[in-house]
């Protein structure tokens, strides 16, 4: 196969759909030396049926929103890849929502999903729903009509899916409320990042935040290097910032920034646990400013509008918000300012531009879909937990966690180690979950 005659094809068939083709784009330039090594990879057509997803619905969902005015958005459940297990991925409400996006998602979470060594399958889903500014009455409003239409497409053994951006623990509690009004049944198993009373998981609020961070210790101890008293920057302020904030603090690190799309909020002393709580608050309140966190801290924490959490100078970059978020520019911004590591916690980040700048100056680079595998690890984990009718402690579950982190390093390190020695954690961690995935399909024959 050669990617350049695939993406060509694909950017004909899907013109306009720039996050699912440079998802893809990425995935093929990883895998395309090793792919050649297997004729009978070629034979299957394993790649140009990988790079589709199985089925994509799409539903209309109406709600009345406070006013008494009726809203209309659109829902998908994207159904990318089932050879390893049920589809499982989580549900983004955003408002820049699209086909697009939602694919690349799916197929992002494809690979991820087969690092968690758990067998999952790859899925994603949501809507153009804008939560910024809506009530909580109105979030819940629409999670019911949500689930009205996706209720039919999903079920434990089926399609299981979680959260995302826009879509937290009060989102999972609506959509399982109203599942199991229309399903008549209490399959916990169908929905993950439930309450802790009824079904989900400890450590699973933490778990995508907590492990980036064991991540992120694999990455600096195999280069001979410690994370305590290292200064970092985070983007974002929602529940996998949060989780990241807590954990690099917890394990001596320095957190000098969070960021939103409003702004940057610096924090030269270090992010503090009053401040951690108070970033939950942020989150519910549907504001989406970080400047609130200056407001709230005055002494502590002082607001810069328009920059990015990258103008701040740091030892290790965190991207924990949204695709893009960490151009080329930003990269040769933070490589000026000393910054030797990032570890892209979001999915899809940094730009293709971004990596290979930091790659290029020789600064440790992993990608998202290796770092916050922990996640839909945990998932994987409230899964297994929901299906034998029991609940795990904490310590139990973030044993686990760190046993899958772990693996997930290994097998970077095992696919992606380079001829020089060096570590290549891109190439890494997409042939690790391509081959893994591929050997399924083969052995599944052509379906
Ligand atoms: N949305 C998360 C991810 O991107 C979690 C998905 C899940 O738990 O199913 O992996």
């Known amino acids: ?5 695939i993406m060509a094809r694909l950017e004909v068939k899907y013109p306009g759909e720039k996050e699912y083709l440079q998802a893809v784009r990425e995935v093929l330039e990883s895998i395309e030396e090793v792919y050649n090594q297997h004729p009978e990879f070629e034979k299957a057509k394993i790649v140009e049926r990988i790079v589709e997803p199985d089925r994509i619905f799409t539903f209309r969902v109406t709600w009345v929103d406070d006013k008494g005015e009726v809203q209309t958005n659109l829902g998908y459940r994207v159904q990318f890849n089932s050879a390893i297990g049920p589809y499982k991925g989580g549900l983004r409400f ?3 929502v699209t086909p697009s996006m939602l694919k690349f998602l799916g197929f992002e979470q494809t690979f991820k999903n087969a690092l968690t060594t758990l067998p999952m399958g790859g899925g994603k889903g949501g809507s153009d729903f804008d939560p910024v500014g809506k009530s909580d009455a109105e979030i819940m409003r629409f999670c019911q009509a949500f689930m009205y239409e996706l209720w039919r497409c999903i079920g434990p053994d089926q399609d299981i899916p979680a959260g995302d951006v826009g879509v937290g623990g009060r989102e999972i509690g609506y959509l399982y409320g109203m599942y199991k009004k ?13 309450g802790m009373t009824w079904g989900g998981s400890i450590l699973r609020p933490e778990a995508t935040g907590f492990g980036a961070l064991y991540f992120t210790q694999h990455v600096l101890n195999t280069a001979g290097k410690d994370i305590k008293g290292k200064t970092v920057a ?3 302020f929602g529940n996998v910032a949060w989780g990241a904030c807590t954990k690099a603090t917890e394990l001596g690190a320095k957190v000098i920034a969070i960021s939103g799309p409003d702004g940057v909020c610096h ?9 951690i709580d108070y970033m939950l608050v942020m989150r519910a309140s549907n504001r989406n400013k970080v400047q609130d966190m200056a407001d709230k801290f005055p002494g502590q924490a002082s607001f810069v509008a328009g920059k990015k959490a990258w103008s701040v100078k740091c030892d290790i970059a965190l991207p924990c918000a949204f695709q893009n978020e960490l151009n080329g520019d930003d990269a040769k911004e933070l490589i000026a300012n000393g910054t030797w590591c990032c570890c892209e916690v979001s999915n899809m980040g ?7 700048t930091f790659q290029s100056a020789g600064i440790l680079f992993a990608p998202g879909k290796a770092v ?3 996640g839909v690890a945990t998932s994987g984990l409230e899964m297994t937990q929901n299906a034998a009718h029991l609940g795990w402690s904490g310590a139990e579950v973030d044993a686990k966690l760190h046993y899958i982190m772990s693996s997930i390093h290994e097998a970077c390190v095992k696919f992606g180690t380079q001829s020089d020695g060096h570590i290549d954690y891109v190439k890494g961690a997409n042939i690790a979950g391509f ?3 591929a050997q399924a399909m083969l052995e599944q024959g052509i379906i």
Do not use: D, F, Q, W
């Open 1 to 5: 196969m050669k990617t350049s005659e």
């Open 94 to 96: 955003h408002k820049a």
């Open 182 to 194: 229309l399903a008549r049944e209490y399959n916990t198993g169908v929905l993950t990042g439930k």
């Open 234 to 236: 985070i983007s974002g």
């Open 267 to 275: 924090i030269p002393g270090g992010i503090n646990k009053e401040m």
């Open 350 to 356: 940094c730009t293709p531009e971004a990596i290979h």
């Open 372 to 374: 916050n595998a922990g």
């Open 435 to 437: 081959m893994k995935v």
